[in-house]
């Protein structure tokens, strides 16, 4: 039975944050959102929110967490599909506006909380966005043989540049506009790559004739 009660456990507290992660729009934000609306969104009395989660702000947390998490499994899907054969740029920048397409509100949450008023949200945000740079900035650096603080420099202009663009794409309706946007996108990686690789270059040579 305990682990029947365990996977239920698991059920309810899912039921929450997707009843959270669904409420939110580019007119609400977490902060707006109330405990009784999330519990009846998930069908559940409020008494039973507290059985998992002891406050909002812990399910704010949890929801970010996940956010990060998301983010990460994202770029390993893009990894599975480029080792397949294409473009590095296209197709991670395709991957994430399928994400945007899908799953945007996982995204807003993100670029809401970067900037919300709760210090530990900010925190949780500006963390997670550190786990995705460095994950992207090791990939770049073992893929593209490249100086290791160029490999970073690259990735977080890409994470600066990929953010800005899905924040864009957030709202936009008309899929002509989104892929134009796309395409805008991945032309601006590709000229932060081609100087990332002539600075490696550049670097790695300089470090021989010393």
């Known amino acids: 039975m305990s682990g029947v009660r365990a996977q239920q456990k698991e059920k309810t507290r899912r039921q929450i944050i997707n009843a959270a992660l669904n409420q939110l729009s580019a007119e609400r934000s977490f902060s707006s959102l109330s405990l009784r609306e999330v519990a009846k969104e998930a069908g559940l009395a409020p008494t039973s929110f507290y059985r998992h989660f002891s406050d909002m702000d812990e399910l704010g947390l949890t929801l970010v967490d996940e956010a990060g998490l998301t983010l990460r499994q994202l770029m390993r ?116 790559a081609r100087g990332a690789l002539e600075l490696s270059d550049r670097r790695k040579r300089a470090r021989k004739t010393r």
């Open 77 to 192: 899907q893009a990894r599975q599909r480029i080792a397949k054969g294409g473009s590095v740029i296209q197709i991670s920048v395709q991957t994430f506006m399928e994400l945007i397409e899908s799953n945007g509100n996982i995204f807003r949450l993100l670029l809401r909380e970067r900037s919300g008023t709760s210090a530990a949200f900010r925190a949780a945000v500006i963390r997670e966005i550190r786990y995705f740079t460095m994950e992207l900035c090791d990939y770049l650096q073992k893929a593209n043989q490249l100086d290791a603080e160029v490999a970073y420099m690259q990735a977080n202009a890409a994470v600066t540049i990929v953010f800005s663009a899905g924040s864009d794409a957030l709202d936009i309706a008309d899929k002509a506009d989104r892929n134009h946007l796309a395409q805008q996108t991945i032309q601006q990686l590709r000229f932060i």
